[in-house]
């Protein structure tokens, strides 16, 4: 590096607020700036990698160029600080807050209960208040475009986009675009579709009484009992949108970007960044530093240096260069400086297909095709088309469609210009180009179309919205004049080789061809031998992406040949068959509409009797201002040291060294943490069978070594980084398989039969028997693990802020490990980002190693985990097989059941054999079995412990049943849906586990949900779809679920609540309860709020803490919201006895009159309240005894359209009915289950956790691991609650809602295979099949056997060793 030549000024503005920086390091993120330098900490860390959008700001700049201010958002977490030289950053912070007002696009998410947990909140309000001030009237389709780039992991994404639907002008109340066919407000009549609300004609009115606003047709509508609403708020409250309020930009930056700039340097610890004005000087640095990179957008470059450790001493930022902006229409093509992002490629792009004849825009509308499901807003604000060509990644998605159409770079140096082609040539190797180190990109050329030429580009993903490619192509033919005949063709494939390549072959072997059947059939023969992989190749997914090769191609031929017979070309085939003209369409999105129905609170209750009406969470609007505390946000204290984890990097091995001397190199280093710092006991874990820190043995990738302390998170994660281990390996067991193999189980087997099996079978008419193997889930709550331990400096007490769902572990373990009594340990909970199970006990693995290293130091520690650490260390939902033996009769209905469940653990017991034990009480589903045999069997493998999540082994369990139930309708040929209706329980029955089921509402649910999704005449609306289609599919599946309610450990079902009344009157409450989104801090001060008969305004809850209610059960198993909701109405019983006499000397007194009294009566005004869940328990031995209080249920109905060809699925409809008891509160109550239901998409369709045949996680993050975003949920979303089922076992007669509704997505599942079922037909194959869960496009497409699949045979298993493995 050169000798310290920096010093520049950096100058931009935050929120309005200018900042001069003298002294910046180039490796610092806006992001860390914001939260770390100035203290502004409502943009959130997700990810880190611009996968999740919790850190979106909004960029604005005045364009000199252009000579116009330009707003976009932009990732925090990628964005380098020094490239904010002139430019005005807004954060959540500076558009509003509680204190004086909210922006509308805040109000607006917090009152449509948008925000649960809320770590998502500010970035997508960020997503929106950037899209109106850009667009202060957009459409529908803008607003959810506008969140491509933002994942929430709660809310199930409904209420967001219909809270900000309120900002579209073309939508009406119920989500249809105004004007379209028989909207209530334009006044039209309902036609086909039953109006507006897209045929929800089942619900009261035309839009399901979407009473949005107060002119909504069904507003008070009554039926005979009860009134119906869905209302869930009152879009009339929001403040109006005031464009002209915004804040301006600031002039000073204005006049200065008008000004001739200089080239700027700021030279940080270890990276040097160079700001160039000039092509002269750019070429000039380049020609000095060789090795630079260029950074534009830094969505390359960031993710470089920060996950895979590579370090760029020098940075040369051209983003300022004219030349590298320009855009240039030539003869020939137009021509793009390097430097443009794909945002104005894709504006200029647009604009030329808007302008320029059709035939001369083909490969123009190819581009767009691909930045349209090109990453998300934020990283197309930012990133640049050279920066995706340089990169030369195989899956760029830019770079074949640039091959293909050979597409001209111009290259610059001091030695001057020269021009390359992008042809097969361009690409030399893996992230390798014929480039020199000292060229610069400067331009790419994309020509016009010619006439009788055709181009088109397809990419498939895992998720449409915001993924890489798993392969992704460019293809273009130029016909011979007039003819049909091939003049040029270039097919060019990215995801297939370590390069973007071309199939020169192919393209060899068609030229002089007629563009016919024969051609297509040489063609795909040829692709399926060019584009070969080894069967081992990296990424996996052989079979399907050889597959896509050709299906792509097949689209291709199909578009082309549609195309060639409308330009009137004569051609020697025929025309494109009816049926298969579905084939050539791209995706389109339909618009969203949805009806939530609830009951509404009896006539006559109070109206500050908050119980049964649709409160808003109450953190809401702070979540949305960005004024909520996480607790990373907590500010730092003095002296405060960063820890960063050294874990293991293999699955099995025994330690011979650790070796931190390097470590403390690195500048800022304190220490490092190990085995032999624990004061206590090192030995941890549910089952007592954890270290703290690993000694002599590690048993999985990511299993806790030792930490770094440090004075910033920088210098711990560089140090940490530094620490060398050096390992013995030892044979490693990943796979479920293996573990059946080796016979590693964990001891406690368990068994649940009933009846006579044997003799099931022999009266059985058929007997079936399957396997179905589900994939494990990540939880992927936004705020990853986080622990600050603050340490008090006398007799060993220690204060823990974590973000948990157990305090009553994370204090036990912490105090244990420190080996001081709990006494000493205050746990303490304000909120949590989200936790799905995964802060129930896996939490405690990072608090106890943070509070060692507290312990050590006498310092305050924090560690909140980086996302690819959390993923790696934190484990998640088990994978499970399950291999079924089921006899049953000619009409479907089951006689026998016998089955095997294995679930892999993973290193260390924890919770799975409650997991397990769950998913054996959830094997009938909802169906009445009278003979059953089970096991069910942990494997202990080399992976990360298992553990909780959402539905707890339930859905696992659940979902094998309905494998063999869908096998078991084939069977008998009867519809699906008649042999679940047969199977199902009566009110009365007994489970398998003998229970006796009372208040069954199941069978309601049932006919409600098959009535109001119209289930059997869009059934044959579906049949006659799949007669007209060949290559789109749709199915539909309705599924039930009955989920049991209680922790199987019986002692967990205890709760306790403290209540505090103050002399003024106001209530401070606490419960054993964490608040990780799920509103149940909302719903205990209804409670109280009703209990104590006070306005929820009085009464306030601060947080969870050990020292306020000790003992506490972890938030988890749904009941928190039942256990705590009774232990806080027995202390509010115990004030207001306490009060009664009170009350009664004084009937007409005020509720502070009243207290004002106690007080100067010497009355206790603190109570606690205590309660457990009577009878239940249950013996596995004897089976006998009752593991649930009682049981929540729900059915679903759900639709799907499938391409054949590329496995992409499209979630059309689902209709939910849920019993949610009487509920506390609708509006958190239908976010709960459609966020479960969400989820549970994710569970069953899309959410691939892949290791490595050694253990190693390849899926770190949210660019490999997908959750569902915004474009996955179903197009119509209706739930509704079922009405008059009140609960006797459960607070204000409500039932628990956390986890049951998870299941139901299962009909997503089953609707996918029921559309694969309809495509197989059309191959000649009528057998049931296997389709393991998650349904992704590569299993879609694999089991949609067709010619294509043919060509492209399996290798032999065992033969060679795959890239992944199933565990
Ligand atoms: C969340 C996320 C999603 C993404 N999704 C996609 C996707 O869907 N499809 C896809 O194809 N890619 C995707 N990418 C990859 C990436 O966004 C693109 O490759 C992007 O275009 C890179 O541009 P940049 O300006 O950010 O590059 P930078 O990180 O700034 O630079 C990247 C590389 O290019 C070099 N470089 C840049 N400009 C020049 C030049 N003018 N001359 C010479 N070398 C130069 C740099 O030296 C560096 O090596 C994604 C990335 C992220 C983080
Ligand atoms: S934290 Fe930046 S995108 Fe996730
Ligand atoms: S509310 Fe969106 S992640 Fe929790």
């Known amino acids: 590096m050169a000798p310290n030549e920096a010093g520049d000024e950096l100058v931009f503005f935050v929120n309005g607020k200018k900042v001069v920086e003298k002294d910046v390091d180039p490796e610092t993120t806006l992001l860390t700036y914001l939260r770390r330098k100035l203290g502004l900490c409502g943009t959130k860390l997700g990810c880190g990698e611009g996968g999740c959008g919790a850190c979106t700001v909004m960029i604005s700049k005045y364009d000199p160029f252009r000579k116009k201010i330009l707003h976009h958002t932009a990732n925090a977490c990628l964005f380098p600080v020094c490239a904010l030289h002139h430019v005005a950053v807004t954060t959540v912070e500076g558009i509003g807050n509680t204190k004086s007002r909210l922006h509308p696009a805040q109000e607006r998410i917090a009152k449509s209960h948008g925000s649960q947990c809320g770590f998502c909140t500010p970035g997508i309000v960020m997503s929106m208040y950037t899209l109106l001030r850009n667009n202060p009237e957009p459409r529908m389709e803008d607003i959810e ?43 039209k009549e309902n036609t086909t579709n039953g109006g507006c609300c897209g045929g929800k004609a089942n619900g009261p009115g035309c839009c399901g009484g979407k009473a949005n606003g107060p002119g909504c047709c069904m507003n008070g509508k009554e039926d005979n009992v009860t009134m119906t609403s869905s209302s ?83 940075i040369i930022a051209p983003a300022w260069i004219p030349e590298m902006n320009a855009v240039q229409h030539t003869e020939t093509g137009i021509t793009i400086g390097a430097a443009c992002t794909l945002k104005s490629v894709e504006e200029v792009m647009r604009k030329a297909v808007a302008d320029l004849p059709p035939y001369k825009t083909e490969i123009f509308q190819a581009v767009l095709e691909q930045l349209r499901w090109f990453a998300g807003p934020q990283i197309r604000n930012v990133a640049a088309i050279g920066g995706n060509i340089m990169t030369a990644s195989p899956i760029s998605d830019l770079n074949p469609v640039l091959m293909a159409s050979g597409s001209k770079l111009t290259l610059v140096s001091k030695e001057g210009k020269r021009t390359v082609t992008m042809d097969e040539k361009f690409f030399t190797g893996y992230r390798k180009t014929i480039v020199k180190p000292e060229e610069i990109l400067l331009s790419v050329e994309i020509p016009y179309s010619k006439k009788g030429e055709y181009f088109s580009a397809f990419k498939q993903a895992s998720r449409r919205e915001d993924d890489i490619a798993i392969v992704t192509c460019g293809l273009r033919v130029l016909f011979q004049d007039g003819t049909s005949r091939v003049e040029e063709i270039k ?126 969470h109450v953190s809401a ?119 059946i193999e080796k016979k590693s189980f964990f001891k406690d087997i368990k068994r649940i039969n009933k009846g006579d099996v044997k003799k099931g079978f022999e009266e059985s008419d058929h007997i079936l028997e399957g396997e179905m193997y589900l994939g494990g889930q990540e939880h992927f709550y936004l705020e990853t693990h986080c622990t600050l331990a603050v340490p008090k400096g006398e007799d060993g007490e220690m204060e823990l802020f974590v973000s948990t769902q157990n305090p009553m572990k994370s204090q036990e373990f912490a105090a244990n490990a420190l080996g001081v009594p709990s006494n000493r340990i205050v746990v303490r909970v304000k909120r949590m980002g989200g936790g799905f199970g995964g802060k129930e006990t896996r939490s405690t693995i990072l608090t106890s190693v943070v509070a060692v290293a507290a312990f050590k130091t006498g310092h305050a520690v924090r560690c909140m985990l980086d996302r690819d650490e959390d993923m790696l260390i934190s484990g998640g939902r088990h994978p499970f097989l399950g291999r079924y033996k089921v006899g049953f009769m000619k009409n479907g209905k089951v006689k026998s059941l016998e089955v095997q469940y294995y679930s892999n653990g993973g290193n260390s017991v924890d919770l799975s054999h409650g997991v397990m034990d769950r998913a054996l009480l959830h094997l009938d589903n909802s ?46 040929g009867l519809p699906p849906e008649e042999v679940r209706k047969l199977n199902l329980y009566h ?135 039942d256990i705590n909701g009774m232990a806080v109405y027995n202390a509010c019983q115990t004030i207001l006895k306490r009060l009664e006499p009170i009350k009664q000397s004084n009937p007409k007194g005020s509720w502070e009159d009243w207290i004002k009294t106690a007080y100067e009566s010497c009355v206790s005004l603190s109570a606690t309240g205590f309660y457990r869940i009577p009878e239940v328990g249950y013996d596995f031995e004897k089976n006998e005894g009752k593991p649930f209080s009682y049981f929540s ?11 054949c060809l590329t496995g992409d699925h499209k979630n059309i409809r689902t209709d939910i009915v849920m019993d949610v008891g009487t509920s506390l509160n609708p509006a958190i109550d239908i976010g709960q289950i459609e966020g ?10 899309m959410e691939e956790l892949r290791y490595s045949p050694e253990g190693n996680l390849y899926t770190r993050g949210p660019g490999m691991y997908k959750i569902p975003a915004f474009g996955d949920i179903p197009t119509e979303f209706n739930v509704s609650l079922l009405r008059d089922c009140p609960n006797s076992k459960a607070v204000y007669s409500s039932k628990a809602v956390g986890e049951p509704p998870l299941f139901l997505s299962a009909s997503v599942f089953y609707a996918i295979k029921d559309a694969i079922y309809s495509a197989r037909k059309d191959s000649g194959l009528t057998e049931a099949f296997r389709l393991d869960s998650p349904a992704t496009p590569e299993r879609i497409r694999n089991a949609c056997v067709d010619i294509f699949t043919k060509m492209c045979p399996s290798a032999e298993p065992g033969t060679f060793k795959p890239w992944c493995v199933r565990v």
């Open 491 to 616: 097919l060019s494939y990215g995801g297939m080789a370590p390069t973007t390549v071309l199939a020169l072959k192919t393209c060899k072997e068609l030229i002089g061809r007629d563009w016919n059947e024969k051609l297509l059939q040489d063609a795909c023969r040829l692709l399926s031998s060019e584009m070969d992989l080894s069967p081992s190749a990296p990424g996996g997914m052989v079979d399907f992406r050889r597959t896509l090769t050709l299906s792509f191609f097949f689209k291709f031929y199909l578009t082309v040949l549609q195309k060639l017979s409308k330009s009137g070309t004569k051609t020697m085939c025929e025309p494109v068959p009816s049926n298969y003209i579905s084939a050539t369409e791209l995706f389109h999105k339909d618009p969203i509409a949805n009806a939530q129905l609830f009951q509404e609170v009896p006539k006559g209750q109070a109206v500050e009797d908050m119980v049964g009406r649709p409160l808003v």
């Open 232 to 314: 869930l708020f009152n879009s009339s409250e929001f403040q109006p949108l005031d464009p002209t309020q915004e804040p301006i930009f600031p002039p000073e930056l204005m006049t200065q970007s008008n000004k001739q700039q200089k080239q700027m340097r700021f030279k940080g610890e270890r990276v040097m960044w160079i700001q160039p004005t000039t092509l002269n000087e750019l070429v000039a640095l380049k020609s000095q530093y060789p090795n630079a990179k260029l950074v534009v957008g830094n969505t390359e470059v960031g993710i470089e240096m920060r996950l895979k450790n590579l370090l760029y001493p020098v």
């Open 927 to 972: 169906y009445n079995i009278p003979n059953v045999s089970s096991v069910g069997i942990v494997c202990k493998t080399n992976l990360p412990s298992n553990t909780a999540f959402r539905g707890f082994g339930g859905p696992q369990g659940m979902m094998i049943a309905e494998c063999w139930m869908s096998d078991v309708a084939r069977k008998c």
């Open 621 to 739: 609007a702070k979540q949305a201002s960005g004024e909520a505390v996480y607790c990373d946000d907590i500010p730092h204290h003095e002296n405060e040291l960063y820890l960063t984890l050294v874990t293991s990097t293999k699955a099995h091995a025994k330690i011979l060294s650790v070796d931190a001397s390097e470590a403390q190199s690195v500048p800022g280093f304190v220490c490092f943490v190990s085995a032999k710092d624990v004061p206590g006991s090192n030995v941890t874990g549910i089952a007592n069978d954890e270290t703290v820190f690993a000694k002599d043995v590690v048993t999985c990738v990511g299993h806790i070594i030792g930490a770094v302390l440090a004075d910033t998170q920088e210098h711990s994660r560089r140090a940490a980084k530094a620490v060398k281990i050096k390992y013995e390996e030892l044979p490693p067991i990943v796979t479920i398989q293996e573990a």
């Open 1236 to 1245: 479960a239901f969400v989820q549970g998409i994710g569970l069953f369709t």
């Open 1193 to 1203: 249920y729900g059915v679903a109905c759900s639709e799907v359209e499938i391409d």
């Open 145 to 187: 475009d506008a969140f491509q780039g933002n994942l929430c992991r709660c809310t199930g994404y409904r209420p967001i986009l219909e809270g900000y639907r309120t900002f579209a002008k073309d939508m009406n109340c119920c989500g249809r675009v105004a004007n379209g066919t028989g909207c209530c407000r334009s006044g």
């Open 987 to 1121: 009110e009365g029955d007994t489970t398998h586990f003998n229970q006796k089921l009372e208040g069954f509402t199941l069978r309601r649910c049932w006919d409600e949900c098959l009535s109001s999704s119209g289930y059997h005449a869009r059934k044959k609306l579906i049949e006659e779809f799949n007669k007209q289609n060949r290559w789109k599919k749709r199915g539909m599946s309705i599924i039930p679920t009955k989920f049991g309610i209680s922790f199987t450990v019986p002692f967990l079902n205890q709760a306790g609540a403290l209540l505090h009344v103050y002399t003024d009157g106001s209530v401070l409450l606490t419960h054993g309860g964490t608040e990780m989104g799920q509103g149940l801090h909302t719903k205990m001060i209804q409670v109280a709020s009703r209990a104590l008969g006070v306005p929820t305004s009085k009464i306030y809850i601060s947080e969870t803490s050990t020292n306020t209610v000790p003992n506490t059960s972890p938030t988890a198993a749904s009941v928190s919201a």
